[in-house]
């Protein structure tokens, strides 16, 4: 690499971070700290049945005698769990919004700077939104539309108000709350999230969609979404995420829960772009999510895509648990760690019904000083005749000072399966950039339209919307990074 | 048009490569340069689209007055010139018309012409693809990816056709093509002449100046240029190799 694209590389990589102003709002916060009571605060100031609160105190207690996962590749200071807030919620007059006009319009201000449509009229055609903001939902948009099929789509409070059933039978049975550390920790505090149902035949008609934005500082979010598409249901469902500029590092621990029924199909897109930290590593949001569907019946079918972008360190594993026979899981990643970030990302399928499908793509971008790994278990059940999977693994390195790393494992305990792991790394070749800016590509641009390329298998499976703020996104935390 | 001075170049920190080579290439003008493996035909080539890896020591090179040497790769791109790869690269998940289309609108972008929407450009692509008898599927496979050696040569020319650029160098582009291919590439250089174009032809074979016939023939041996003439100069290498060349260039 020549010195004038080491240049170029640098200057690009460092580029700034575009959503990471704080918006002045008054704000209701609990004062740092993690207790019982803290617990029975939240869960107070919710309105929760005592069957909530009985679950959260359990999750409490169980995560007491957790430590914290250190397995993962990458490395961080300690977390100090007293130090955190674990509540904060713009101060509204009454208990929450009951339409938009009572969202406070500085509120209403940060998602139209996000580019978030809240105004149902102005709203992208085609996309219910939910915008949670630090710790609660703001507003639903497109409810009523949905509410005549039979579609729930509503902020987990409110959920839990309206719905309780849905939300007892449901809530925990993909990510038990003792799961691991972060879902217990999440399962004992968490604030709002997402809730989705999808009626018995239902094909939801539009892209249901959640924006998470972290605006306090010094608070922790802890977001929870279910998702469930009753039999022969299908929904598609898109997450996206920004935060402001801090130079403390600010906790994300959000649980996912996705439950397919027989025939149903849920489609689950993430577009992560929380603040990663300037380019000395200060700051920077701990992205520590678990999320997991269950497909329970026979031919359910999850699919997860995710463009991960953010974060100082991510820490994921979407997974599918193919207990229907003839389910189908699918994981499509694209995950960039550029500047001092560190990406440790993956999936586990595991595969319990027989003939049960898997295929995962992997497509890790590592620039800057930026660790990436792949971490993956396909997991074959003794009970999983014909199960099949495909793995594809990319690595795309740029600069000399980041790394990939790949740990795929494989448990087979039936003979008939069928498990294929293919894996390559790649720098973006001296070659492929002059002939690019050869024919009149400048650098920054030729490197862009290399790396999409390179993720071309993943973006093709983003709505169409999302897949263009997708390469955008990428280009912003990459153009002109060279290998 | 194209004015090469007292040229040096190396790899960088390496060898010298290029020796001394002054050419001077009128507006109109199409130049076939021809000469033993390794004497630094794709050098030269490289040196004037501005391929980083070599390093010019000393001399000069200018188009149409303008220091050609001060400018990157993608400015010399939008001044038109045009370099067909002896090795075309393959751009993976990329499909050969969002290429184009990219490349076109960058150029035309930073001469301040109006950029073409996928509609516009498409009907031009199009048309270009149908002059070079290529079947409209290789738009949409990713640039060059699996294409065969002669397919890929043929792309080559299709992208000079969209670009249309006023200096094309094109380096080996005969190489590895059957009779008709031959004949189409060939056909499509002699649609771009123009008194405003100027064409150098890097080539092995007589045959393909049959089909695009040159002002000049310049031969490089050594990094040098031994010698220089008309089209008889191609017919006398085909006859009797480049042994007599090298007695002649005092062993190069
Ligand atoms: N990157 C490089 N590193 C080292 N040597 C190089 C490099 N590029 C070119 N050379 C050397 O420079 C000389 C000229 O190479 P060049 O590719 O220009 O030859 P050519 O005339 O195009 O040959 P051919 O007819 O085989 O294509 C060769 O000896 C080659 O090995
Ligand atoms: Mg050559």
Redesign the pocket.
Known sequence: MSAEDNKALSELTEKEYGYGFVTDIEQESLPPGLSEDVVRWISRKKGEPEWLLEWRLQSYRHWLTLTEPHWARANYPAIDYQAISYFAAPKAKTDGPKSLDEVDPELLKTYEKLGIPLQERAALAGIAVDAVFDSVSVATTYKGKLAELGIIFCSFSEAVREHPELVRRYLGTVVPRTDNFYAALNSAVFSDGSFVYVPKGVRCPMELSTYFRINASGTGQFERTLIVADEGAQVSYLEGCTAPKRDENQLHAAVVELVAMAEAKIKYSTVQNWYPGDKDGRGGIFNFVTKRGLCAGRRAHISWTQVETGSAITWKYPSVVLKGDESVGEFYSVAVAANCQQADTGTKMVHIGRNTRSTIVSKGISAGRGQNTYRGLVKVGRKADNARNHSQCDSLLMGSKCGAHTFPVIEVSNTSAVVEHEATTSRISEDQLFYCRQRGIPQEEAVALIVNGFCKSVFKELPMEFAVEAQKLLQVSLEGSVG | MLEINGLHAR?AQ?AE?LKGISLSVGKGEVHAIM?P????????AGVLAGRE?FEVTAGSVTLDGADLLALTPEERAVRGVFLGF?YPVEIPGITNAYFLRTALNSVRRARGQSELDAMEFLVLLKQKAKLMEMDPSFLNRSVNEGFSGGEKKRNEILQMAVLEPRLAILD?TDSGLDIDALKVVAAGVNALRSPERSVILVT?YQRLLDHIVPDRIHV?AGGRMVKSGGRELALELEAQGYGWIDAHAGGA
């Open positions: 790899v390496g490569i000469g493996n390794g004497s630094g035909k794709s050098t030269l890896r002896q080996e092995h490089l």
